[in-house]
Structures are given as structure tokens and as C-alpha cells.
């Protein structure tokens, strides 16, 4: 096993826990109870995938699917979902952002200078370490909460980064991939902090509810790599059939369409339309935002009418030829047996010539 995958894997998934374990003790602080901190238990997990991974692919990702990814949402949603819950119970003061601390910088000094007066270092750096987890906790909850949706989703793609790739995919398709989940990022941030802003929002537990779970839900994408990699498909008969090959060419693209309507767009739109429609909540922001859902599930539906008729034309022109349509997925092992058995067919035809011609001479002589 190489070191730098080694480290990559181990400095990834140490980087998850870390993160996850923080959250639990955002939701331990906030409900003043100890017993939240059996959700630390979640990690237990994503120490179990470290193990096999390093077992079995010595370090390197999956294919179509990254487990540590996964596991790392598993372990740091609950606490998402408590804490925003729980919003709303503490407050920063007269600005919006505003970071209380009631830990004065006397007393910062003087812990130091007892700390000078004590018998060795360790003690002034438990001193040290003590006073600024005291001015952690007197942050405010909604900073705190909000600095967790942003640490989260950026670990997210400075993860998938860092991970060992598997052989499956390359360093460009995982460059693509990055770039792709930078635009989520903003987009699901923008979609959790923009809408549970709202004053009516809070005040309806059950809709909070709602946009959390379409919060979770468009978070699914980002275990999965099918956004740049196509999947393969064998020149059998079945695969032959239009849909497969429809499948098999855009795969890569049918995938983004269905991202973009069914786990991103698509119920981002919905939730909008429905604090609009149905709650009257309007506001600039929320009708912007709305409209360039609409915009972006109607650019998906022409991208997907586009790539069907261009798709049924090419599969026309072919069966008028009378060309046999294989999946370009695997160009390799279709085009290789279809050029071997061409080959093989000249072979006998240069070998054996028409019979007409071998016996012409006979009836001559």
C-alpha cells in the first residue's frame, strides 16, 4: 500500500469524525444533556469502513460510490437537524451574527498568570485550552449552526478531493466532479439558510420538518459518482435494445438531468412554490431563487428532449445503413469483435474464390 494513499485515507475519515464529533457537542451544549453524546456513537461506523477499505481496496475509493462519504453524512446529519430544531432559543444580541462572549480578557490573564506561578507548563495549557473552550461555548447557537452547514458542505468537497481514488475513474472525471459539487454546495447552503431564516418558517415545526428533509435529500448526491463516469454495458442482445443504449451512451447526462429534477431542483422548486403559494411567504430572495429553480428544470427537460431526438435520429440513420448500433461505452471489446470477425470474413473470402471462377477453366479445357 502506498503512504500517501495510506495518509489521504486515514487524514480524510480522521477529518470526518473530528468534524461530526464537534456537532455532537454543539447538540450536547445546546440541550444540556449529556446523553446526546451516545450520537458520537454514529463514528463507530465510519471507523469500521476505514478498516475494510484499507483490508480489501488498500485504500482506495469504490466505484460509482464512496462509502466514507456516506457514513460521514450518517454521522454529522442528526446533529444538523437537532441543532436546527433547536434554533431560535438563543439569540446574538441586536446584529444578526454577532458573537456574545462573557469570558472577559481579565480573565484570560489572570488564568495566565496563575498559570506562570504553577509548577510547569502543562498546567498553564490546560488553562489555556479551558478558557477558550469557555469562549467557544458562548458563541451563539445560530453562528455555531451556521458554521456547521458551511464546514460541512466544504469538507464535503475538500474530501472527495482528498480520498484515494479507485481505478474506475480518473483524475480529470474527479476535477469534473469537484467542480460540479462546488455548484451544490452554494445551492444547497443558499436552500437550508435562506428558507429556515424565515420568521413564519420557524414558527411551523412540521415545515421545518419538510425542508429538512429536502435538505437531507439532496445531500445524497454527493456519495455518488455517476455524474462523470458512464456505465458500461456488454454487446449482448439485451443491451442492444433502445433504452439500454440510450442508457449506455448518456448515462453521465441522464444522471445530471435526474439529479437536477428529482433530488436538487426539482423539490427545491416545490418547497418554494409551496411557502409562496400556499403560507404566503414572499419575499426577493425566495422569488429569485424560485425562478431559477424554474429555469433550471426547464433547461434540464430541453436537455433531455434534445438528447432523445439526437439519439433516435443517429439510431435511424444506422438501422438505414444497416449498421448494427453498439454502445460506445466500451468501444474496445464491441468494435474489436466486430473489426476480428470482418477480418476473418475477407480471410475466407481471399482463401476461397467463387466457384464459377474455379471452373471456368474446366469447361475451356
Known amino acids: 500500500m502506498e503512504l500517501m494513499v495510506l495518509l489521504n485515507a486515514l487524514v480524510t475519515r480522521l477529518l470526518f469524525v473530528l468534524h461530526s464529533l464537534i456537532g455532537v457537542w454543539r447538540v450536547t451544549a445546546v440541550k444540556k444533556d449529556p446523553k446526546y453524546w451516545l450520537l458520537a456513537l454514529l463514528n463507530l461506523l465510519l471507523c ?13 475509493g469504490y466505484k460509482w460510490f464512496s462509502p466514507a462519504i456516506f457514513l460521514y453524512l450518517i454521522c454529522i446529519v442528526p446533529s444538523l437537524w437537532l441543532l436546527e430544531i433547536h434554533h431560535g432559543t438563543q439569540y446574538c444580541g441586536n446584529e444578526p451574527g454577532a458573537v456574545q462572549v462573557n469570558v472577559s480578557n481579565q480573565d484570560f490573564n489572570q488564568t ?26 458562548t458563541i451563539c447557537e445560530t453562528v455555531w449552526t451556521l458554521a456547521l452547514h458551511q464546514t460541512f458542505l466544504l469538507l464535503l ?3 472527495r478531493w482528498l480520498l484515494p481514488i479507485g481505478v474506475e475513474i480518473t483524475r480529470d472525471q474527479l476535477s469534473q466532479l469537484l467542480l460540479m459539487f462546488v455548484g451544490t454546495a452554494a445551492d444547497i447552503l443558499e436552500f437550508a439558510s435562506e428558507t429556515l431564516d424565515i420568521e413564519d418558517v420557524r414558527k411551523n415545526y412540521a415545515l421545518i420538518n419538510a425542508i429538512l428533509a429536502v435538505w437531507t435529500w439532496s445531500m445524497l448526491q454527493f456519495p455518488l459518482d455517476l455524474a462523470v463516469q458512464h456505465i458500461g454495458c456488454k454487446p449482448s442482445a439485451s443491451a442492444r435494445r433502445i433504452p439500454s443504449l440510450l442508457l449506455c451512451r448518456y448515462s453521465a447526462e441522464l444522471w445530471n438531468i435526474g439529479v437536477s429534477l428529482f433530488i436538487q431542483d426539482g ?9 409562496m403559494g400556499h403560507f404566503r411567504i414572499f419575499n426577493q430572495m425566495l422569488v429569485f431563487f424560485t425562478a431559477k429553480n424554474i429555469l433550471v428544470v426547464t433547461l434540464q427537460l430541453y436537455r433531455l428532449a434534445v438528447i432523445t431526438l439526437d439519439f433516435r435520429s443517429t439510431v435511424l440513420q444506422k438501422s438505414r445503413k444497416g449498421e448494427v448500433c453498439c454502445c460506445p461505452c466500451e ?27 474455379s471452373q471456368a477453366p474446366s469447361k475451356d479445357h
Not at 469500521?48 to 482506495?60: A, C, D, I, V
Request: net charge negative.
Open 267 to 275: 423539490p427545491f422548486f416545490i418547497v418554494r412554490s409551496i411557502l
Open 48 to 60: 469500521l469502513e476505514t478498516g475494510l477499505t484499507l483490508k480489501f481496496k488498500q485504500g482506495r
Open 331 to 357: 468501444p474496445n471489446e464491441a468494435r474489436a469483435h466486430a473489426a476480428g470477425r470482418q477480418e476473418n470474413e475477407m480471410k475466407e473470402f481471399v482463401d476461397f474464390p467463387p466457384k464459377e471462377e
Open 112 to 137: 495566565k498568570e496563575n498559570s506562570h506561578g504553577s509548577e510547569g507548563t502543562d498546567h498553564h495549557i490546560i488553562q489555556t485550552a479551558k478558557v477558550f473552550v469557555n469562549q467557544l461555548s
Open 157 to 159: 468537497v475538500v474530501g
